[in-house]
């Protein structure tokens, strides 16, 4: 007996580039902030989105997630291209880590998270918030979009958390010990905000509060760069800015604040 017609994947190839523990950062992020939703899946379905020409970091993603937060969480990853699945194959260890062929619409699953790192990038701007609408509608309820990019070893990275009503938060994040300025995170914005980095934009205001409290934060550097980090972010917050992250994630190189972020002066991203 056939069944309904298989849904075309929507999207395209992209160029696949990774590298191992290229994601630990957001990894790590979605172990700390997520966890509460996995835990309270009756069943913890993750997807991670476009992983790229190998499939280490699905595998190293399924991994932390066993570790951190549930060890019968299943992973799924998903690419466009069939080569890339098959080639995936051989890591696979059903049931909590398998591959499948998917785009944007999530090949028909329901997961409680999804993982998109560096998939959008490779989109023009006009074709985001599309994206990000057939991803979440695919959600199981309470489900959430994990979507961003990072530079190719992972140094530097940002990230967006989206639910069904749209962009909740937004993360920078850094290898404090690689970092020469806050300023070197506009590169690897999210595609949302990655053009919008000009005058009168709330991202370029954000990004320059941030590089002025890092200058300001300079005599820290003597107790190392985590330490100018933090107080960097101290200094942000204490002139106005709506930081959401607390000390434990700063110390991890992180900022995060709400989308939209609302600066001292009236503005805001998108």
């Known amino acids: 007996m056939s069944g309904a017609p298989r849904r075309r994947p929507l999207g395209v190839v992209t160029r696949g580039t990774t590298n191992p523990n290229r994601l630990r950062r957001v990894d790590n992020w979605i172990v700390e902030t997520c966890a509460d939703r996995l ?21 190293e993603l399924r ?12 992973l799924v ?33 329901r997961p ?48 967006l958390l989206i639910d069904a009503d749209g962009p909740r938060t937004l993360t920078l994040a850094a290898k404090l010990t690689t970092l020469g300025s806050p300023a070197e995170l506009a590169e690897r914005l999210p595609k949302a905000l990655i053009h919008r980095n000009v005058p009168g934009e709330a991202i370029h205001d ?14 820290y550097a003597t ?8 107080r960097a972010v101290t200094h942000l917050k204490a002139e106005g800015w ?4 607390t000390p434990k994630r700063w110390r991890q190189g992180e900022l995060t604040v709400p989308w939209p972020a609302q600066p001292p002066r009236s503005c805001t991203f998108g």
């Open 39 to 59: 835990r309270a899946a009756a069943d913890p379905l993750v997807v991670d989105l476009g992983y790229g020409a190998t499939p280490v970091t699905a595998v």
């Open 112 to 159: 409680v998270l999804v993982r998109a790192f560096n998939v959008l990038r490779q989109y023009d701007e006009s074709d985001v918030h599309d994206a990000w609408r057939t991803m979440t509608v695919a959600l199981a309820p309470g489900g959430v979009l994990v979507e961003g990019t990072c530079d190719e070893l992972g140094r530097l990275a940002s990230w």
């Open 206 to 219: 954000l990004i320059q509060a941030l590089e002025d409290a890092w200058r300001t934060a300079a005599p």
């Open 77 to 109: 990853g998903l690419e466009i291209d069939p080569a890339r699945v098959a080639a995936a194959t051989p890591a696979a260890d059903p049931p909590g880590l398998t591959f499948a062929r998917g785009g944007f619409e999530l090949a028909g699953l």
């Open 223 to 230: 107790f190392g760069p985590r330490q100018r980090w933090v």
């Open 63 to 74: 991994a932390r997630l066993a570790a951190g937060v549930r060890r019968d969480v299943r």
């Open 242 to 245: 709506p930081v959401l992250s």
